[in-house]
Structure formats: C-alpha cells, structure tokens
C-alpha cells in the first residue's frame, strides 16, 4: 500500500472516529433524510450473498435505526446480526467504532463491495452512526456446533502462528477485540479467509498498514492455518462459551 493510500486510510478512521463522537440514541429518529436509492440494485458479490436487497427495497429514511436495520441489514445479516450464509460477515459483536470505520469507507468507494457500497452511499453521517451505535449494541451470537471437533494438532499450530504475528495482540487473547479491531472469535471460516487473503494480496484497506504489513508475511500454507484456528478457537472466558 502507498503512502498516500495509507493517509487516506488514516483520516478515513479520523472521520469515524469524529462521526461517533456524537451519536443520535440508539434506536432514535434519523435526523437528517438519506438520498433515495436509485438503479436495478446491487449484484451479488464475494462478501455479499446473491439475495442481497434490490435498491427500491432499502429502509426508509424515517423510523428508529432499529426497525431500520431490520428492514434494510437483517436479510443479508441475520436479525441478531447473525447469519450462515456464506461469505456473509457476522455483526453481533463488533464494536461500533469499527463498524462505522467500514461503513464510512464503503461509503467513500475506499472499500470494495458492490452491495455495500450501494446501500452506504444511501446513508447520511447521522445514519453511519446510528447504524454503528445499534449494531454497536448487539451481543455476541454462537456459531452452529462444528460438524467434527477441532484437530487438536492444526489448532496448537494455529494458535503459535496468532502468537507469532501478533493476532493476539491486536485482538486479544480471546479475539474479542475492541474499537477499532473487529471481533474475530465466531466469525465464517470463509469471511476470515477471504479478508486475510485480501490483506496478504493487498486488496484489502486496513486502517494502517499493520494488518497487511502482517499478513503477508504469512505464507498461504500458514495463512490456513490460521484461519482454521480463528473460525474454531472459543475463549473459555468468553460471550460465545455462554460463561
């Protein structure tokens, strides 16, 4: 990543950051009408299942962001914030510092998704942050029970390699994480792999260079790992053991 495209991801943050800093009530009234939707709606892609909402199906501009995101996240998200389709991240759980960093650069263009985009570029600074403060207030939702149980021996290899570079450090030691790190423990097993396979090829915007500096020093063998342990791992401690 360049220079300049690392500054750009820097004020990105900068701006979410001054975004939430003051935020409507959760739940609250939408101060500020979005721009109506316009085109034949998103196409399906790489993170976005293929009955993602059409254009003229978005919320309305009124109403609390909690019946907003029913009517406009739920479908592809889960009513929770949790979904097993695939490809489809896992919201209950995230910070709300890092989901309106990731709302605001889809919003930008500075995040690629053909879906997303098109519902962010609908949604005004008040929206980025009651979207954010609400999803903000979602707990935590355990995955299904794996099919077989974790290969003991892939995990303790996993767990050197989160060690080795620093995923706990970022993430914590039971990859909760926290303002703006995402939750990792309980995420799809093919939403991790996709982003860190985005992260190694550059692809992927971080907010710093951190991740993708990291991650590519990873080599794909490793890199899945990795991913094996972190779609696996529970922290015993946890919201996703029920403790």
């Given at each position: 990543?360049?220079?300049?495209?690392?500054?750009?991801?820097?004020?990105a943050?900068?701006?979410?950051?001054?975004?939430?800093?003051?935020?409507?009530?959760?739940?609250?009234?939408?101060?500020?009408?979005?721009?109506?939707?316009?085109?034949?709606?998103?196409?399906?892609?790489?993170?976005?299942?293929?009955?993602a909402?059409?254009?003229?199906?978005?919320?309305?501009?009124?109403?609390?962001?909690?019946?907003?995101?029913?009517?406009?996240?739920?479908?592809?998200?889960?009513?929770?914030?949790?979904?097993?389709?695939?490809?489809?991240?896992?919201?209950?759980?995230?910070?709300?510092?890092?989901v309106?960093?990731?709302?605001?650069?889809?919003?930008?263009?500075?995040?690629?998704?053909?879906?997303?985009?098109?519902?962010?570029?609908?949604?005004?600074?008040?929206?980025?942050?009651?979207?954010?403060?609400?999803?903000?207030?979602?707990?935590?939702?355990?995955?299904?029970?794996?099919?077989?149980p974790?290969?003991?021996?892939?995990?303790?290899?996993?767990?050197?390699?989160?060690?080795?570079?620093?995923?706990?450090?970022?993430?914590?030691?039971?990859?909760?994480?926290?303002?703006?790190?995402?939750?990792?423990?309980?995420?799809?097993?093919?939403?991790?792999?996709?982003?860190l396979?985005?992260?190694?090829?550059?692809?992927?915007?971080?907010?710093?260079?951190?991740?993708?500096?990291?991650?590519?020093?990873?080599?794909?063998?490793?890199?899945?790992?990795?991913?094996?342990?972190?779609?696996?791992?529970?922290?015993?401690?946890?919201?996703?053991?029920?403790?």
């Open positions: 990543m360049t220079r300049w495209a690392a500054g750009l991801l820097s004020c943050v900068a701006v979410a950051v001054a975004l939430l800093v003051v935020s409507p009530q959760v739940g609250g009234q939408q101060k500020t009408p979005a721009a109506p939707a316009t085109g034949s709606g998103p196409k399906a892609t790489a993170n976005a299942p293929a009955n909402p059409a254009a003229t199906s978005y919320a309305p501009a009124t109403g609390s962001y909690a019946q907003r995101f029913a009517a406009l996240c739920a479908a592809c998200h889960g009513a929770n914030g949790r979904i097993e389709t695939p490809l489809t991240p896992v919201l209950a759980g995230q910070p709300s510092l890092y309106i960093t990731q709302l605001f650069l889809f919003r930008e263009g500075r995040r690629s998704n053909e879906a997303m985009t098109a519902v962010a570029k609908t949604l005004t600074d008040d929206d980025l942050r009651g979207f954010s403060d609400l999803i903000g207030t979602l707990p935590p939702v355990p995955p299904p029970p794996p099919a077989t974790p290969d003991p021996i892939r995990m303790a290899r996993g767990r050197a390699l989160a060690e080795q570079h620093k995923c706990v450090f970022c993430h914590g030691a039971g990859l909760g994480g926290g303002e703006q790190v995402p939750r990792i423990e309980g995420q799809h097993e093919d939403y991790i792999q996709a982003s396979r985005g992260f190694h090829s550059g692809s992927r915007p971080g907010y710093t260079q951190a991740m993708t500096a990291a991650v590519s020093q990873i080599p794909p063998e490793d890199l899945d790992t990795l991913v094996y342990y972190v779609a696996r791992f529970r922290d015993p401690a946890g919201a996703l053991t029920g403790k």
